[in-house]
């Protein structure tokens, strides 16, 4: 824990950027822990919880985590940050696209990617629709790479390749942490 411990008053303002992704709501961030290049922590407001592991290792400007909510626990969701350099005028869905996901040489999950602005946000979201995600995130905790292809344009893709040390230890918190809100 020492090495945490470390690490705190740098974690503290990056998971507070990752906590605005509802409207620019600004979420309490707590029970932060390191798993690798992975961390798994808890978003609140008010009796509002969600879960969330999260790749902050992969890039500078792009954050890709897995997330839950208490009370839906058995449906969780991709999503995809990546900062812009200002703040976002409106809340809008500016548009969808297929998309594929792949751990290794396992599966190739094909689906679909919303990219979606919140208003005063300096963030552009992914959000991830896979018909399999369960299938998907048994992989990611076994994997090594997460390499991803969005398609932009008919040839115009968009490829992302996150590191999995520690993603199966966040996911595997995140799904114990959402359990026991529920309780």
């Known amino acids: 824990m020492p090495r945490l411990s470390r690490l705190a008053p740098y974690l503290l303002p990056f998971c507070l950027i990752l906590a605005g992704t509802a409207s620019a709501t600004d979420y309490n961030t707590g029970d932060v822990q390191a798993h690798g290049g992975w961390h798994s922590l808890v978003l609140s ?56 996901l792949r751990v290794d040489h396992a599966t190739i999950h094909r689906g679909s990617a919303a990219f979606v602005t919140e208003r005063g946000d300096d963030g552009f979201y992914v959000r991830f629709a896979l018909p399999d995600l369960a299938l998907l995130l048994e992989e990611m905790a076994e994997g090594k790479l997460l390499r991803l292809r969005m398609m932009r344009g008919e040839d115009d893709p968009w490829f992302m390749v996150f590191g999995l040390a520690g993603a199966g230890e966040a996911i595997e918190r995140l799904h114990r942490l959402c359990a026991e809100a529920g309780r």
């Open 45 to 100: 407001l008010g009796e509002e919880r969600h879960f969330r592991a999260i790749d902050q290792q992969s890039y500078s400007d792009a954050i890709f985590s897995v997330n839950a909510s208490a009370g839906a626990c058995e449906v969780p969701w991709l999503e995809l940050r990546v900062a812009l350099a200002e703040n976002q005028a409106e809340s809008a869905t500016v548009n969808r696209v297929p998309a594929d």
